[in-house]
């Protein structure tokens, strides 16, 4: 197996798309919002809806579309730690208040974002040619259930409480079909913001 190191430029292009990532979550998902959404709205049960059906996707289209503008591999990890970094920047800079739950913005947030970029990244690792769509699908189900499982061990204990073990089926579920659903949306996206930065850079 080949493993193409990142070039710096690429790197930057990946940071850019996950500190813009973090700056659209943080203001379209303000404090509480997410859990209204998922259990007062949509009356699902909890801990990890929000998790299972917006962080994680959300997360999947920013980890995928940056590994796929990069030829090199490593964009899956890269843009997610900057996503994970600049929201907890901003958070504590701002004084934003964010769902205590979620624990956003701390150091377990961080490592948990990064344990979802190294699921990802293990699948697209091979490189280049190995992106295909049935790839994307897979890495974008396997790294949202991998944040999902983390928040379920390591966050919500201490915060919401465990799962109840009748939820688990139900919220995995939703999950693996987000993360499926966006890794799809990635692969789908990818390619006419490769050809629009190609443009870009011809002229």
């Not at 509480?32 to 998922?38: A, C, D, R």
């Not at 994307?136 to 915060?159: D, H």
Request: proline fraction near 6%; aromatic fraction near 10%.
């Amino acid at each position: 197996m080949k493993f193409n190191v990142i070039r710096p430029k690429e790197a930057a292009t990946c940071s850019a798309i996950g500190v813009a990532g973090a700056l659209i979550f943080l203001f379209a998902f303000p404090k509480g919002s997410i859990s209204t959404l998922m259990h007062e709205v949509l009356g699902l049960p909890g801990p990890g809806a929000g998790i299972a059906l917006i962080l994680g996707p959300f997360l999947v289209l920013v980890a995928l579309i940056s590994s796929l503008l990069s030829r090199g591999n490593g964009g899956a990890v890269i843009a997610p730690l900057a996503f994970a970094l600049v929201y907890a920047l901003v958070v504590r800079l701002l004084g934003i208040p964010t769902n205590p739950k979620g624990a956003f913005g701390s150091a377990a947030f961080i490592a948990g974002i990064a344990a979802f970029g190294l699921a990802a990244e293990a699948v697209i690792v091979p490189g280049q040619a190995s992106k295909t769509v049935w790839r994307c699908l897979l890495a974008g189900a396997l790294a949202n259930a991998v944040l999902l499982v983390f928040y379920w061990i390591v966050v919500f204990p201490r915060t919401a409480g465990w799962i109840s073990w009748r939820d688990v089926p139900l919220l995995m579920g939703l999950g693996l079909a987000c993360g499926l659903a966006s890794g799809y949306i990635a692969w789908a996206a990818s390619k006419p913001l490769s050809r629009a930065l190609a443009l870009r850079e011809k002229e």
